[in-house]
Structures are given as structure tokens and as C-alpha cells.
């Protein structure tokens, strides 16, 4: 049971003690609340996480993002204990496709090779070939033999933004039936989407020259070509914090919580989110009482079937014989 709010110096405190008690690791997400950084011992993006997590000698790793991403972390360190801060902490991106479903369209289309991004469920991951991040993404996708077609699942925008990367055509998506099958090489995209990213619209880049017209504006590959174009450069979040580092001022189309990441590393970077409003529910849902539970024992570690894990785990490591 979660207890009610302390002092958060104290809590702060609490944590630390209680980590090296029970020798454990927290990861923290960059959407993660700035309390969040105080008490972690890592921040980063979905790929510099999966390695962390990999590399991890710890007893305990306490993951404070969503749940894909400590399923994961499951995956790429099956000795350790894993445990979600905030268990209710999911992704709509991810809840956007199902087992099932990828099943039954793969299943329509023959044959073809299936990319999972890491915004997916492990059983998702286990029923596809390799996976991806939005770091790596164009560069998996590319090692892919140029006459598969590819089924990419299950965000269309980042889809799209592969495609135009290695120079493959999107195709149909409602190519559903084996008399409707098409031979030609190319992505084919699940119709999946952020919510956050999705929302983002050239306008709003527009609006950001106009207000900031000195700062470089960077958004993320979730987001819809219109806005890529739009913008100076397109990151993962990884990626953002670096140009940071290069830019007097910058303004990212990412989840708004990316800048307080910048401002803790980048202090001298102003730092605006192409929008204020664009707020990721599930990553604001950790609170430092989640984390010090998780690391009293109180939150029920992440629990993943064999035959489950042991597919996923190739998938993931695939990707990571790619990019390492």
C-alpha cells in the first residue's frame, strides 16, 4: 500500500537508504517528473534504458516509466527483479494492438517480415521478427533484406517516417486478403499512433518560429510527416538532449516534460516544448511514494511467461545485434 505523501527531502532520503539496502537500480524515463531524476540512477530514452537495463548487476531494478518499458527491461535482464513504480502506468500506443490481432493480420498478408516498436506488449514483441526504437528505427528496418515486405507495428507515423528513411514505399495498409496481396517490397503500417505526438501539427511549428524565432525546433519521429518537415531536425529523445547541448535555445514536438531533462542538463539551453498541453498521462503517474513502495516490496514485480519471454527476447535481440 502506497503511504501518504511525506516530506519530499525526507522521501528523497528514504530512497536512497532503502536502495542501497536492497541493492537496487532505478531507470527513469525523460517524461518522468523532475522529483523523479532526483532519485534515479539513470534517465534516458526507450534504447538507452533496454541497454542500462541489460547492463545491470543489480538485485532490483525499479522502473519508473510505463509498463512496455519495464517488460523490457524483464527481457534484456531475466536474473533480476523488475518492478513498475507505477503499476497502472500503461501506453495507449501500445494498447492499440494486441496478440491476437497481429496474429490474424499477419496471418492476411503471408509473408512478411514484422518490426516491433518497443511500444508493445511482450507478446507482441514475441509474435515479430525484430524490434525497434525511435533512435534505432531506420536503421533496423534497413538492415532488413530490400525485397521483404514489412509489416511495422504499431505506430503509421512512425512507420512513414521509416519508409521515407530507407526509401521504401508505404503500402496499403487494408491489404487484408490473400487475393489482395501485394508482391511489391515496402512498409506496411498498423494503424497505431501517440496520442502526444499525433496531436502535434505544422501550425504549431509555425507558431514556435514566430514566437522564438531565433531557437531551433526539433520533434520526434512519432510525430506526422507534415510537422517533420516542418521542423529543423527530427530525434528521439536521446537525440533532443544532445542538440540541446548545441543550441542556445530549443524548442522540441515532444511529450513537454523533455525540457525539464534539458533544463537539468542544459542549464544555460532555454528549452520550450512546441506545446505545453502535450502531456503524457501514464508517465506523470509516478509519484517518489511509488518508488519508495516498489523498493519496500510492495509492488508486484513484472512477471513474464518463458515462452513468451524467450521470443521476445530474440526480437529485442536483434535489434540489438543491429545498432551494437
Known sequence: MIRPPSNSANLRSAIRNLKSAVGAVILAHNYQNPDIYDVADFIGDSLEL???ARAASARLIVFCGVRF????????????????AAPDAGCQMADMITVEALRLRKRELGDVTTVAYVNTPADVKAESDICCTSANAVEVVESLPRDRRVLFVPDRNLAAYVARGTGRPVLDSRL??????????????????CYVHASFRAADVALARKEHPGAFIVVHPECPLEVIDAADAVASTSGMARLAREHDEIVLGTEAGMCNRVRRDSPDTRCRPLRRTALCRNMKLTRLEHVRAALEGAVP???LPEAVAARARQALDGMMAVIT
Do not use: C
Open 69 to 84: 518499458m519495464a517488460e523490457t527491461a524483464k527481457l534484456v535482464n531475466p536474473e533480476a527483479r523488475v518492478v513498475l
Open 50 to 52: 533496454a541497454r542500462q
Open 301 to 303: 514485480e513484472i512477471v
Open 176 to 193: 487484408s486478403t490473400p487475393d489482395s496481396r501485394s508482391s511489391i517490397a515496402g512498409i506496411i503500417p498498423w494503424e497505431g499512433f
